[in-house]
């Protein structure tokens, strides 16, 4: 998956880029949350959706039915709480089964992209005084 993260009017842009096939990826679901503190329930989810999280391609077709040599772009957005303070956040992204709950498993391709807890840690972001976003890494 290629990530491409745009910050504007208090939200970030995720365009998350799948590359297919996912075998055993079965319903998976999206996250994207943004953290203050890594240890701590995420400050903002995506949009949209109570819990927070989002079907891959709008739903229209599961992770477990990409084919080999699929690319499909997918965008997420997270818009951050006018309340929360300036800062420092991290962005992270991950995908887990609908119906069990568990996470899958990541792996980072590319050194900047940070593993943990099954999720990929693939931006960090600065929420200004005045309320912009800049994607710091």
Do not use: C
């Not at 997918?74 to 991290?90: A, E, F």
């Amino acid at each position: 998956t290629n990530v491409t993260i745009e910050g504007q009017n208090g939200a970030i842009s995720v365009t998350l880029d799948w590359l297919g096939d996912a075998p055993g990826a079965g319903d998976g679901v999206v996250f994207v949350h943004v953290y203050d503190r890594i240890d701590q329930p995420p400050v903002a989810p995506i949009e949209g959706s109570p819990e927070g999280v989002a079907r891959p391609m709008s739903g229209v077709l599961p992770p477990g039915n990409w084919l080999p040599g699929l690319i499909a772009d997918d965008v997420y957005t997270v818009t951050l709480p006018d309340d929360l303070p300036p800062g420092t956040y991290r962005v992270a992204i991950g995908l887990f089964d609908s119906r069990t709950g568990q996470r899958y498993p990541v792996t980072s391709l590319t050194p900047d992209m940070a593993v943990d807890a099954d999720r990929l840690f693939v931006a960090t972001i600065e929420k200004t005084p005045g309320g912009e976003i800049v994607i710091t890494e």
